[in-house]
């Protein structure tokens, strides 16, 4: 009966038209999960909230704004909220399976096994579930890389304008979803150099265009960037110091084992997976495998692979990166179709194709159960609580505090108060010191100033001084010393009792201009 039920999965997700209904389905109840089953927003989305109060050609020193972009457009629809976020989250993810898909079925031209690259994405922890819980550009980032592979890959069976636009347009976004899309970019350019086909299409007069495209669609923000004090000029203000110590020797050492391990951290447990199903692919291919158009394309993705390595060995060498980050290799997102594309050569049984899909499949629901069981069971040992902390109780108190619209000026630690307060308080203008220099336009020309922080950050005598003064320095506040401090509180659903506390100030327009 098992073997049945596996067959059943295999023959309707491996098809086409079951790929792409079961992928839709599936992200549509992850949407539907993440948006209305935890209250609160995860710092990334909370970051996108506080950002999307205006439109602006650069948000923060080390984040490109495509992401803000989209959340702006999605909130004329969905309105200021959880689901705005989401909803561009869940379609950056559905565009990365689908041009995973597609990429794969060029190069492979095998309808199961380019569906297989696909989903063998969700054996990936950082895409299976970091991307849904947590991510925001990062799901971008992916999504944009698998559209410029598939763009790259188009190009081999056709040099035309309109692919070179469609090349330089995912090029451009790219550039605008993350700034280490460079790690994408850079090696695939060097693998396209030393492909035959690709580097006379690329490599040419319409070639160009490609280049062209991108730099109109990139060039705007990048201009901003170089120039404007928010922009490249803050990265050394807001980098992290080197936790290691020890000398350049030392930071190196670091640097070149973080990056091995975070890459293997990365692949898993899609790694273990190939290794088990498909052991035969990382073994020498046959001679008569390692000829032809297959061979060349998986060269690509061979040469792509090792001048990612030699950017990386790189870049560590000049820059003493001492630490790597797991989700700076959301750029090898195609590793499942090279695996695939060594699988081909080999030749698997069926059945080994359909046992793989199973699993994946799996893992996918999963997801859904786990994500079920952290929003009833994590309430009860979380530490920050970002997802699960009642806004929507706590900005009721502040209402009824007498609070009705102005600026909010939240201390975002150790939770991003702001972009979730402003779900409930769409028309006020929130502002954070953590997030300089983007200072969103007041919205009215009247209004109070809402002064808010979390109690957990620190004693009420600690904390209220430092605020007064952040409040003043800004927008010339006026205080009092004796200036009341108002509590709201609330507490978190399935916590066994927990509360939630925020202390603000409330401060009349007439006492300041916090307008």
């Given amino acids: 009966m098992l ?10 997700l491996l098809s086409p038209r079951g790929f792409h209904l079961c992928l839709a389905a599936y992200l549509i109840v992850l949407f539907v999960v993440r948006a209305y089953l935890f209250p609160g927003a995860s710092e990334d989305d909370a970051e996108q909230l506080f950002f999307a109060q205006a439109f602006a050609w650069g948000y923060k020193p080390k984040q490109p704004p495509l992401y803000t972009w989209l959340v702006l457009a999605s909130q004329w629809v969905f309105g200021v909220g959880i689901p705005a976020v989401s909803v561009v989250k869940f379609s950056a993810l559905f565009a990365m399976y689908a041009f995973l898909y597609r990429s794969a079925y060029l190069v492979l031209r095998e309808q199961r096994l380019a569906v297989l690259s696909a989903i063998a994405a969700l054996g990936i922890y950082n895409v ?21 592979l598939y763009a790259v890959l188009r190009l081999e069976h056709g040099n035309t304008i309109a692919g070179q636009t469609a090349l330089g347009l995912a ?21 396209c150099a030393v492909h035959p086909g690709l580097r006379a299409r690329l490599f040419s007069a319409k070639g160009l265009v490609t280049l062209a495209v991108a730099a109109v669609v990139a060039g705007p923000h990048y201009y901003w960037a170089l120039t404007s004090a928010g922009g490249f000029a803050a990265v050394a203000d807001v980098a992290p110091p080197d936790t290691h110590g020890g000398g350049y020797l030392t930071a ?37 495998a390692t000829g032809g158009e297959a061979a060349r394309r ?21 820059f003493q990166v001492s630490e790597v980050r797991t989700h700076w290799m959301m750029v090898l997102v195609g590793f499942p179709i090279y695996v695939f594309a060594r699988v081909q050569a080999v030749g698997p049984p069926q059945r080994v194709l359909e046992r793989f899909a199973g699993v994946v499949s799996v893992l996918a629901a999963a997801v ?3 994500m079920g069981v952290r929003s009833a069971v994590a309430p009860l040992e979380c530490k920050k609580c970002a997802l699960f902390i009642p806004y929507a109780d706590l900005a009721a108190r502040i209402r009824a505090g007498g609070f009705t619209g102005g600026t909010i000026v939240a201390l975002d630690y150790p939770n991003q108060i702001g972009g979730n307060l402003r779900v409930y308080f769409p028309e006020s203008r929130v502002v954070d010191r953590r997030f300089l220099p983007f200072r969103p336009p007041a919205r009215t020309s009247t209004g109070d100033c809402l002064v808010v922080w979390n109690t957990a950050i620190g004693p009420l005598a600690d904390v209220k001084p430092h605020m007064m003064r952040h409040a003043a320095a800004r927008f010339g506040t006026g205080f009092q010393e004796n200036e009341p401090v108002y509590f709201a509180e609330a507490p978190m659903a399935r916590s066994g009792g927990r509360i939630v506390r925020l202390a603000y100030m409330l401060v009349r327009e007439n006492k300041g201009r916090c307008t």
Avoid: D, Q
């Fill in 3 to 12: 073997a049945k039920a596996i067959s059943a999965n295999a023959r309707v």
């Fill in 128 to 148: 299976g579930w970091e991307s849904v819980m947590n991510y925001s550009n990062t799901v971008l980032l992916a999504a944009l890389c698998a559209a410029t």
């Fill in 171 to 191: 090029v451009g976004l790219g550039l605008l979803s993350k700034y280490n899309y460079v790690l994408f970019l850079a090696p695939m350019a060097v693998a």
């Fill in 252 to 288: 190196v050492a670091w640097g070149l084992s973080s990056a091995v391990y975070r890459t293997l951290a990365f692949l898993s447990p899609l790694l273990i997976l190939f290794l088990v199903f498909f052991p035969g692919a990382f073994r020498p291919l046959a001679t008569s």
């Fill in 298 to 318: 998986r060269r690509l993705f061979e040469v792509f692979f090792l001048a990612f390595a030699g950017l990386g060995v790189a870049g560590i060498l000049a």
């Fill in 368 to 370: 859904v159960v786990a």
